[in-house]
Each structure stands twice: as structure tokens, then as C-alpha cells.
């Protein structure tokens, strides 16, 4: 594969600053059932990175110590790391709101019997990728059958309560686009998501976060061998709205590997990109998390900035 990465650094991209520190996003993992032709993680079924349980108790103590509100949990597929329900209920013994960043498949997943179950149980939001509400479009982006296995684990989470009135149960999708494109405006996507799946499968769902693919790791280089990577960054530059900074999602997260190191990013993560300073490691900053750092960019982040703004929950503007 493409290492994209030395094109991508040389950047004139604005230098932006740490803020107040609110959500810890975990790496698990790259082992997933699927092979996303989007995955910015390269993650699939034959990698071996796995959280230890180790690591996890490490980030459990920085989540207390610095008064962590929200824990984000990703991957792969995070649900597929052997200690993700012991994560998951030490987390929520703590009081956090733990996100499931779920692809969700897994949930029918042989193996996985019981996971919508728990996840039910510890009151853990789920964002679902389902990168569009048409079967052959799906499929095309994640793998024959993906759309029929991911529309029946949705109606298991909803037959559970997820988006159900008055149930506390959040159930939000995630839509990519396909290719070289921005996302189309989220409110305008969410209502045809909305009306679509209520019509053709009785399926509900509390909000869409639509996210603009980065082209690093898999779609880096899909872009890279077509000849189209230049295009895709001219695309995010001359999308670039300043007023995005403002809420751009690295300025209250802080981002761990499957070892613990830590970055700005997911992003930052997969192109190895540490964190400024002399920390490289969560255990290292259990003493002292230090505000107002400044935040490793490259051409990448116009991503996060084009158009309508993209983070980890949807647009920004």
C-alpha cells in the first residue's frame, strides 16, 4: 500500500490550540470482519492490533483523573477486542457516557451472539456506519451483503429500545460519501435517510452524522493509485471554511492507539503523527494533562474543515 502520509505534510494548513479536554477516543483495534474500501484505518479480518487490558486500566485512570465526560470507542471493530465488556462496564461503573463506534454487522456476527444485548444493558450509545440508506451502494463500499446484515442488526438495537421514545438508548448512523465528494448537507441526507428506512424497513434512528473520507491509509491510496489524489486535496482546499476551527473535534479530544500512545486525532493516529510535547504515552501524562498545546496539523485536516465542517459526530457548521 501507498504510504501517502509525506504528501500530505508539507502544510500550510492553520495552526490550532488545545482546549478543554472532554472525550477520550480509544483505538481497540484494527481487527474487523469487514474491509471498508473507505477504512482510513486499513483495518480487516487478518490484523492482529489489540488493546490490552492493561493499556485499558490506564486509560480508565486518566479518564478520572482529568474528569473525562465522554469515552469514544473505535476501531476495527471495537466490539471484536476480548476486553471490550470489561472496558465497557468498568467505564460505565466510573460514569462515563461511552460511545460504541459499532460496525454493525457484528452484532449478527457468529461469536458476537449477545452483544446488542449488552450494549443495551450498559446504556452504550451506538454510532452505526451505514454509508448510504441504497443496498447496491453499500454493498459496493463494504462488501456483498453488508446492507441486508446491517439493517437486520439495526432493528435488533432498535427492537431492544435504541431511538425509542423515552428510552435513553441513542442510536446514530454514520453516512460516508462514495469516492471523491464531500457529504451532501447532513439535515437534507438525514431526512431521506430517515424516511427511507421508516418506510422499507420500520427502522428508526435518532440523528445521521455525516463525515467527509480522509485520504489517508486504504483511501489514501486508493486515491493515490488512480491518479486522483491530488484532485481529492484540491477539493478539501478550496472547500476550507476558517469558521470551522472553532469546533473542530481535536480541540476537546484526545486520541490512544492500541498501545496507548496518544495524538491529537484519529487521523494523527493512522498517519503517526504524535502529540506535541515530550509525551508520547497516556501513562505518561497521568500526572499532568497540559491545556492549550498545539495541535499537529497537515493537509488532511481540511478535511475536517471543508464545506460544512467534519468530526467524529457530524457536521460542524
Known sequence: MRDVKPLLLNS?????????????????????????????????????????????????QFAAKNKIQYLDLTGGSPEMNPDFRWLVTEARKQGLHVMDRCNPTILVEPGYEGTAEFLAGQQVEVIASLPCYMEDNVDAQRGK??????????????????????????????????????????????????????????????????????????????????????????????????????????????????????????????????????????SQLLEEMPEDLSIEVADHCYGCTAGQGSSCTGVLS
Open 12 to 60: 500550510d494548513f492553520p495552526a490550532i490550540h488545545r482546549g478543554r479536554l472532554s472525550t477520550l477516543q480509544m483505538n481497540l483495534g484494527y481487527l474487523c470482519n469487514l474491509s471498508c474500501t473507505h477504512c482510513h484505518v486499513n483495518a480487516g479480518p487478518n490484523r492482529t492490533e489489540l488493546m490490552s487490558r492493561e493499556t485499558m486500566q490506564i486509560a480508565l
Open 145 to 282: 451483503g453488508v446492507f441486508t446484515a446491517s439493517i437486520d442488526a439495526l432493528q435488533k438495537l432498535n427492537a431492544l429500545g435504541y431511538a425509542q421514545k423515552d428510552s435513553g438508548l441513542i442510536l446514530n448512523l454514520v453516512f460516508n460519501p462514495q469516492g471523491m465528494a464531500l457529504p451532501a448537507p447532513q439535515l437534507e441526507l438525514e431526512t431521506a435517510y430517515r424516511a427511507f428506512l421508516s418506510e422499507h424497513f420500520d427502522l428508526q434512528f435518532n440523528q445521521l452524522f455525516t463525515i467527509t473520507n480522509m485520504p489517508i491509509q486504504r483511501f489514501g491510496a486508493v486515491l493515490h493509485a488512480q491518479g486522483q489524489f491530488d484532485e481529492y486535496l484540491n477539493l478539501l482546499k478550496q472547500s476550507y471554511q476558517a469558521e470551522n476551527l472553532d469546533q473542530v473535534m481535536c480541540k476537546s479530544l484526545l486520541s490512544v492507539d492500541w498501545q496507548g500512545y496518544v495524538y491529537d486525532c484519529d487521523f494523527n493516529q493512522m498517519l503517526e503523527i504524535p502529540l506535541t510535547g515530550n509525551a508520547t504515552h497516556l
